[in-house]
């Protein structure tokens, strides 16, 4: 492995990181810096999504109404010049804030992205997550 390969792997590895980190932090304005503006994402259960306005929306939305905790680890990539293939399996520990008693669950699965090389950097250019795991609920 080159040491370009090494550093692209790391770069998109971060990426996965400082994604997660924004939406943990709920810092939605980092979120420019991780998404192309063109970005699409697909998620089970969930419509299509064009566009970073749309989508930090959608995360907003739902982020805003739970209080969630990702937990990321093994991760891939392969990488073709100036584009790539990346995954990462989740852990995902969302508590809805709604309601009079606060419901917990787990969900297990895969963030699925391709990315491109921009001047600033590796960007998603599609994000998509997947469940791999069972759903358990129980009440906090």
Known sequence: MSDEDTR?????HDLFNRYADAIAGRQ???LDEVFTEDVTST???SPGIEG??????????VIERSGK???LGNYT????GDVAEASVRVRVYPVSLEGPGHLYHKILGSFR???IRTGG??????????????????QV
């Open 121 to 138: 950097g590796w960007r998603f250019r599609h994000l998509s997550m997947g469940r791999s795991g069972k759903v358990e609920w129980a």
């Open 28 to 30: 939605w304005e980092l």
């Open 69 to 71: 905790i990702h937990l």
């Open 43 to 45: 998620s089970q259960g």
């Open 113 to 115: 992205a391709r990315l």
């Open 77 to 80: 990539a392969t990488i073709d």
């Open 52 to 61: 970073r306005t749309a989508l930090v929306s959608r995360h907003r939305d």
């Open 8 to 12: 692209d792997r790391a770069e998109i």
